[in-house]
Structures are given as structure tokens and as C-alpha cells.
């Protein structure tokens, strides 16, 4: 390894942080005996977080404002003014006695200024806004607040003059007080770092929780139909039935026969979402031919119609009659209708006891079904520090230079969590706290983080409005986690794009995880990972994989119009959309797992063939006195076995990992990847690539598959051995063994076991003097079975 790769190598690996987390007072007095909290589990909310001190101003409301003597109104606003930094309320036309409610804050890192300026303007169309007073408050003077203290009662306050000297008509209602990020006011309230955002963008930079829609597998169970008419009178129909849920789509196997009454006993599975939206449209069509399906009739359906499920029991079968086309939509035919109308037989339900899988089960961070009365109790609390991020790149350009907006988004359960985004820097600094409740601890937690592209507000319906871009993502499994620790760690946030794999900074995070109940964890590692009705009425693979991306459609579509939105890029991302996706080099990384899961089984089939060829005698001679010692005395044969893998576990634990797992470049064989294999990796799906490129591409693909498909032939290969040696494909072959069983039958019948397992043991140990280098009798006797790839064209 070269010495760069070696840098980035050691770069790209998780670091310990030693924030300072807790509370303090913000002019360094002491709280609870020391200056920091520094208990094994302090009190607070927010005590994985380092204390952020904000000066808050509210401005309540104003009351008898002086007019414009010109004009006899007055359009009033309030600004706030501490040092470079200026905030604004909305302004009122024509209101002596405006109510604005808007808190303003001023990080205290960032005040540059010993007092804060209150001034109450009249806007103006034309010229500068007039001043009508002010109100001047001394930054010494300002009072500390810090919950769970009640909320600091607002006061009126008499304007002055600009120059302070007298007072002037008007009272102005204002509260201002040091405090923390944990204020409640600090989700809703201007911040001065955000300053330069406008309009609609203010929304979108503010901290937000959302929840995923509660989603419901829908089966639909198509059984038969009766009475279905073709308007071609001159051969019965050949019948399927199309059904649709919002953008969902599925079709039912042609019926077999031609019939006016046709049987397809068919289930169609769909994803619906809380609150139901869409509808069940079922479509019975006629096969006229490859190209031409005729409706013949239709029905749709509220899902709020259906039952709801809990268990495996059937639920009742209905009819329901069918919209005619062509014949029953006359008005005169209309009571007819029900008389002479189709029928369509369904069992159809919502089921609660499926969980329904909107990410990949190797991420999986919810196994709890979708009946809320099926839940257990939460096992465990986990606590996450957003705290900062270091090193950012720029995501951006904004007047010649570069620029990035950062906010992280979490997701962990039903439960999504977005920052504040931290305008224009490198290195944000959060420091928010969130907390979930965890029902299973296997389970994994995702965050990532994003550069916000939506600051201006501006964008146009029906534009297409930029993307917020990611810079990166990390993944926490809990089940790796020690119980009631703080882990303090700075993550990389590696990204693959075409040119390869890029560090584009570190995510600073602290995380606990609490144990709320032990045995109730222990009791869960003995149970299935997901509710029992998957294992008891299970879902095909194929079904599974197209559930999965209507499900994460619908999280997409459903929290993009949240307010702010939680755009599909983010979710999409969140969820791994396209880990299912073919690529070379997750391919290269599988299969190096794979080989790396048998080098341990290699080591030991090495270290025993040193044995056998005497490379160290010692060595040799104890494993000849460990195999006398078990075959005099069998019994210890299982507690020998089970007590050395107790003391290599003990051992190990000297060298247990004190991190959480974090994402691996030479793992995922990201590092030494090929540009062109990269290039294939971020293709489009169906490709966007020249002919020539996708031959190659495809030619590629096919000596892959060519190697595959030879490993896949010889395995197949060995097992038919096994099998021909009593199937008599070769008839001499299989009466050696035969004859070979009836005296290895005798043989063990009259000999004793111990005997039997000496004389092999001693066989396999002898030494090398007594070996020949060719390959053994029982070896050149299977690879001389037939197998059935002589049949093969």
C-alpha cells in the first residue's frame, strides 16, 4: 500500500471525540456541584449535547402607536438589532395595535455588542422607513433562563426617542433572556446565522420531526366471476382481472378456458397508506388478442370497506355486482342492473399483522406489525446527539464561491428527524438531541446528511426545482451497542461517486442506548426477527421486492408534503432505493465476504495438514495424545468441543471492538474499484449509454456470468456423483460400492467403535514416509462416477 492510500485508508476509519455534553451556566456559575454534569446519567433532556447559548427576544405585540401625520396611518414593524445582526417582524397596515408573536435568536458567540436594540418602524412605499421609538435593553442585565423554569412573562416597555433622551407615544411588549438550544422557542425562532433566508426558504431550514404513514399490506383474493359478457357474442370470453390501487397495478392469470363464469383463485397483494386515499378499482377484461383487451366490466371500492386482519384466520368472501360498459349505462337499462348484473367473488382484507417493509431488511430499523394492538413494550430507549459537522465540502457555488448549507436527517423506526440547517459553513454545529423508543435491539439506525437546495422559496409550481445533494450517510446497528455507555465518535462520511470513493467530512455524534427491561431483550434473541404472519403465509421474493418500492414510493410521496417538505431525494436515499441494483463491485464484495467467511475453515484444514505431515513434530505428538485421550473416553469428545469455543470467546473479548461498525471502503470494495465499473454503477436504469459501451458492458457481464455458471455446473456435478453411486448409471461402479457397503457393514458390526476411530485417526496422522502424492482410492473412485452433464447440450 502505498503511502497517500495508506493516509486516506486511515482517514476514512472512525475517530473518538471528547465533547463536552451537559449543562453549565452560561456565565460559567456552577449547577448540580461542578461546573459540567458529569453523573453517570444526568437529568436533563439534552445531556448528549454541548450547551449552545442564545439571547431570545420575543415581541409580543405593540399598543397605541402614533400615526403618520401625513398620511394618518401606520404600517408598523418591529426589528432587532444586536450588533451586526438585524431581524425583522412582518409589518400591519394601518394598525395602532399590532400583535406580531415572533421570537428572535442571537447566537451568543456571534454578539459582538454589549446591548440589544428594539426599534418600532412605520414602512414606507417610498424614501426610509420612519422610527417611532425604540427600546434599548444592556446585555449584563439580560436575564438567564433554563428549563424546566416557566417561560419569562413578557412586559410593556415605553418607546424613546432615537437619542434615548425622552419618551415618545407608544408601548412596545417584549420578554428577553439567555438561553439554550433546549429552549421551546428555539424551534420556531428566527436565528441570526439564518439571516440571509427569505420568504418560503425560512421554513425550510427549521427543525421538524415527521412520522411515516402507517401502511397496510392489502390482499386482494380475485376467486371467480359470473355472468361476464364479450360484445363479440360468437365464443364465450377469456377472462383476467385487473386491479389498481393509486399507481399500483396487478393482474390476475388468464382463466384457462373460455367461460362466462371463469376461476382464477388468486391473491394480489398491495401497499396502502393511513389516512386511505386511494381505491380498489377492479377491471374484468377479455383477452380479444396480443394486443386488444376488452372491458367488461368494472367495480371500485373505499378501502375503508375492508376488514382489518390480525391473525391468519380467512376472512368472509363477498360479491359484489360489476359496472356494466356499453349495455347497463343506458338510463333505461338502469333497473335492470342489478337484476341481470356480473358478479365478481373476492376476499379481500388489510392486514395488521405483516410488517410492512418499506427498506431493506439488512437496514431494518421497525419489525413491529402494523396493528398497534399487536405491539410489545419498548425493550429500550435510544438516546442520538446531532452534534456537529467538521470538514465539509463545498456543495455549491453562490456568487463565485463555494458554499455549503448542511442539515442531517434521522431515521430510526416511524420516526424521522431533520436539523436545522446551519446557513453557509463548513463546519456545522447542531447540537440537537432526539429520542426513540426501541422495541427490537437488531436493528439499525440511519443518518444522513444533506446540502439544502431549497433557500430561496422561489421556485415555481411545476418547475423542476434543484435537489438537495448528499454528502453522506452513517448506520449505527444497536445490537452492537453497549447498553447505558455514551458513545462519542466522529464518522466519516464516505460517498461513492464516478471518480471514485470521497471522504466529504465527518459527522460528530453521541449515542446511548438504555435497557429498559434484560430479559425482555434476552427473551427476543430466541424469537423471529419479523412478526410470525411472514413466516406463516410468507411473501415470494418477487413480491417482496415490488412491495418494498411501492412502499417506499408512498413514505416518499407522503412526507414530500410535510411542511417543510422531506423531499423524495432524501427519502429515497435514506431507504437504499437502488441497493437492489446490479453493480460489479458490490458483486467483487460479496464474493471477497464469502471468501473470507471460509478462510477461517482454510486456516484450520491447513493447520491439520501440518499435523499430518509431521511440519511440527510437537505440534504432532500432543494432537496424537488429545485423539488417544478421546477415543478411550468418548463422552468428553462434546464438552471438550464446547469449552474450547467458551475460552476462545473469553479470549476474544480482550479484543472486542470499542466502536459501532461504520461504513468500510475496503469492505465494500470501494477503493481499488475500476472508473468503468464505477460509470456502470451510476448508469441509469434502463441504460443511457452508447451502443458500443452497453456491448461491452454486456459482453463483460456474460464472462462473469461464464465463470458463475461453471462453478454453479461442477457443484452440480459433485451432488450427481453421490447420487450415481447407487443408481447404477454405471454398473460396475455402483456394485464395488455395494459389495464395498455389505463388508464395511460386517466389518463395524463385529468390531468395536473405539477400534474403529483408532485405526482411521492413526490412518489420517500417519507420517509423511507412509504417504503417496497421489490422490487417495476414494478419491479417484468418485471422480470416476458419471454425472449428468454428458446429457447437456
Not at 75 to 93: A, L, Q, R, S, W
Not at 612 to 628: D, E, G, Q
Not at 725 to 739: F, G, H, K, M, N
Amino acid at each position: 500500500m502505498n503511502p497517500i492510500s495508506a493516509h486516506n485508508h486511515q482517514d476514512y476509519k472512525l475517530k473518538d471525540t471528547k465533547p463536552q455534553l451537559g449543562e453549565r451556566w452560561p456565565h460559567g456559575g456552577i449547577r448540580g456541584g461542578g461546573g459540567w454534569i458529569n453523573s453517570e446519567r444526568a437529568t436533563s433532556t439534552y445531556d448528549l449535547v454541548e450547551q449552545m447559548f442564545y439571547l431570545y427576544v420575543r415581541v409580543e405585540k405593540a399598543r397605541d402607536l402614533p400615526t403618520n401625520p401625513v398620511t394618518g396611518n401606520i404600517d408598523p414593524y418591529v426589528e432587532v438589532k444586536v450588533g451586526n445582526y438585524k431581524g425583522k417582524t412582518k409589518h400591519f397596515e394601518k394598525k395602532t395595535y399590532p400583535e406580531w408573536k415572533q421570537v428572535f435568536a442571537f447566537s451568543k458567540d456571534k454578539i459582538q455588542s454589549s446591548v440589544v436594540e428594539v426599534f418600532v418602524r412605520d414602512r414606507e412605499m417610498v424614501g426610509r422607513d420612519d422610527c417611532i421609538g425604540r427600546v434599548i435593553f444592556d446585555m449584563h442585565e439580560v436575564p438567564t433562563r433554563v428549563p424546566p423554569d416557566s417561560p419569562l412573562a413578557p412586559q410593556w416597555y415605553r418607546l424613546e426617542d432615537r437619542e434615548g433622551e425622552s419618551k415618545v407615544r407608544g408601548e412596545v411588549m417584549l420578554a428577553v433572556w439567555m438561553g439554550t438550544q433546549a429552549d421551546e422557542a428555539f424551534p420556531e425562532a428566527w436565528h441570526s446565522d439564518a439571516s440571509s433566508v427569505h420568504g418560503e426558504g425560512v421554513f425550510n431550514i427549521r427543525s421538524k420531526v415527521y412520522v411515516s404513514p402507517k401502511l397496510w399490506y392489502l390482499r386482494v383474493n380475485v376467486i371467480e366471476a359470473q355472468d361476464v359478457a364479450s360484445n363479440d357474442r360468437s365464443q364465450p370470453p377469456q377472462a383476467f382481472v385487473k386491479a389498481q390501487v393509486g399507481n399500483q397495478v396487478l393482474k390476475t392469470k388468464l382463466c384457462p378456458t373460455r367461460t362466462t363464469n371463469p376461476l382464477w383463485n388468486e391473491d394480489l397483494i398491495f401497499v396502502a397508506a393511513e389516512p386511505f386515499e386511494e381505491q380498489l378499482v377492479l377491471i374484468v377484461e377479455n383477452k380479444m388478442s396480443s394486443a386488444k383487451d376488452e372491458t367488461m366490466g368494472r367495480i371500485i371500492i373505499p378501502l375503508t370497506k375492508f376488514e382489518r386482519r390480525l391473525d391468519h384466520r380467512p376472512v368472509h368472501s363477498k360479491w359484489f355486482n360489476l359496472e356494466k360498459f356499453g349495455f347497463g349505462v343506458l338510463e333505461g337499462d338502469k333497473r335492470h342492473e342489478h337484476k341481470f348484473s356480473s358478479r365478481i367473488h373476492l376476499r379481500v382484507c388489510l392486514e395488521g399483522a405483516y410488517h410492512v417493509l418499506d427498506e431493506s431488511t439488512m437496514y431494518i430499523s421497525d419489525q413491529r406489525p402494523t396493528a398497534r394492538q399487536l405491539w410489545k413494550q419498548p425493550i429500550g430507549i435510544l438516546e442520538v446527539g446531532i452534534l456537529s459537522s467538521q470538514g465539509l465540502l463545498p456543495m455549491k457555488t453562490d456568487e463565485g464561491r463555494g458554499t455549503t448549507d448542511a442539515y442531517c436527517v434521522a431515521k430510526y423506526g416511524l420516526k424521522w428527524v431533520r436539523t436545522r440547517t446551519i446557513i453557509d459553513s463548513f463546519n456545522p454545529k447542531w447540537n440537537e438531541q432526539y429520542t426513540w423508543e426501541v422495541y427490537d435491539p437488531s436493528t439499525v439506525i440511519t443518518l444522513g446528511v444533506f446540502d439544502n437546495c431549497h433557500l430561496g422559496g422561489n421556485e415555481k409550481p411545476g418547475s423542476r426545482s434543484k435537489v438537495d445533494s448528499r454528502i453522506g450517510k452513517v448506520r449505527i446497528r444497536l445490537s452492537t451497542l453497549e447498553t447505558d455507555r455514551i458513545y462519542t465518535n466522529s464518522y466519516p462520511l464516505l460517498v461513492l461517486k464516478p471518480t471514485g470513493v470521497k471522504k466529504m467530512g465527518e459527522l460528530q455524534l453521541a449515542v446511548r442506548f438504555t435497557c429498559l427491561s434484560l430479559a425482555s431483550m434476552i427473551y427476543l434473541y430466541g424469537h423471529p426477527l419479523l412478526p410470525k404472519m411472514h413466516y406463516l403465509h410468507p411473501f415470494t421474493v418477487n413480491q417482496l421486492d415490488s412491495l418494498r418500492y411501492q412502499a417506499m414510493n408512498i413514505v416518499a410521496v407522503r412526507l414530500s408534503r410535510a411542511e417543510p417538505p422531506l423531499r423524495k431525494e432524501v427519502v429515497e436515499y435514506m431507504l437504499d432505493v437502488d441497493s437492489h441494483m446490479w453493480s460489479m463491485r458490490r458483486s467483487k464484495a460479496n464474493f471477497f465476504r464469502i471468501v473470507s467467511l471460509f478462510s477461517g475453515v482454510i486456516s484450520i484444514s491447513k493447520w491439520l495438514g501440518d499435523v499430518c505431515y509431521w511440519k511440527n513434530p510437537i505440534t504432532t505428538i500432543l494432537v496424537h495424545v488429545l485423539f488417544l485421550i478421546l477415543i478411550c473416553y468418548p463422552e468428553l469428545i462434546l464438552p471438550t468441543l464446547f469449552l474450547y469455543m467458551f475460552l476462545i470467546g473469553i479470549w476474544n473479548y480482550r479484543f472486542r471492538s470499542r466502536h459501532p461498525p461504520h461504513m468500510d471502503t475496503k469492505l465494500s470494495w470501494a477503493e481499488g474499484v475500476h472508473p468503468d465499473e464505477l460509470d456502470e454503477e451510476f448508469d441509469t436504469f434502463p441504460t443511457s449509454k452508447k451502443q458500443d459501451v452497453v456491448s461491452m458492458r454486456y459482453d463483460r457481464l456474460r464472462s462473469v456470468a461464464g465463470r458463475i455458471q461453471t462453478v454453479v455446473g461442477d457443484m452440480a456435478t459433485q451432488g450427481e456423483r453421490f447420487q450415481a453411486l447407487l443408481s447404477w448409471r454405471d454398473p460396475r461402479a455402483t456394485s464395488l460400492y455395494v459389495i464395498f457397503c455389505l463388508i464395511a457393514a460386517i466389518v463395524l458390526y463385529v468390531t468395536p467403535f473405539k477400534i474403529i476411530a483408532l485405526v482411521a485417526g492413526l490412518f489420517w496422522l500417519r507420517h509423511p514416509r507412509f504417504r503417496s502424492k497421489l490422490p487417495s482410492v476414494p478419491s479417484n473412485f468418485f471422480r470416476r462416477l458419471p454425472s449428468r452433464a454428458d446429457s447437456m447440450l
